[in-house]
Nanobody, 119 residues
Framework: QVQLVESGGGLVQAGGSLRLSCAAS????????MGWFRQAPGKEREFVAT????????DYTNSVKGRFTISRDNAKNTVYLQMNSLKPEDTAVYYC????????????WGQGTQVTVSS
């Protein structure tokens, strides 16, 4: 089992940047592929980005490609989401998640961190 704690959210103007962090504790962090998701008010939670165990395979939802970068540091048990050129439509609660088997359901979730982008 793994515990996840997100940080780094906040209020930023459109065009600005934020870096989210997700610190993991518990079982070996490198055993998990990691993902970032977000949920805006009144909307369903949506996939944002994912990174495999080694950090060599990345994937993004189309709306953030070229603006967001997911990365991980297995020595620090942390996954990051660098968000640049932020838009008001990026406003949401951002969650990190972990899964042991690639392609499987994400079994472990953090509590979320709020990102608000003002126009």
């Amino acid at each position: 089992q793994v515990q996840l704690v997100e940080s780094g959210g906040g209020l930023v103007q459109a065009g600005g940047s934020l870096r989210l962090s997700c610190a993991a504790s518990g079982r070996t962090f490198s055993s998990y592929s990691m993902g970032w998701f977000r949920q805006a008010p009144g909307k369903e939670r949506e996939f944002v980005a994912t990174i495999n165990r080694s950090g060599l395979k990345l994937d993004y939802t189309n709306s953030v490609k070229g603006r967001f970068t997911i990365s991980r540091d297995n020595a620090k048990n942390t996954v990051y989401l660098q968000m640049n050129s932020l838009k008001p439509e990026d406003t949401a609660v951002y969650y990190c998640a972990a899964r042991e088997i690639p392609g499987d359901t994400y079994a472990y979730w953090g509590q979320g961190t709020q990102v608000t982008v003002s126009s």
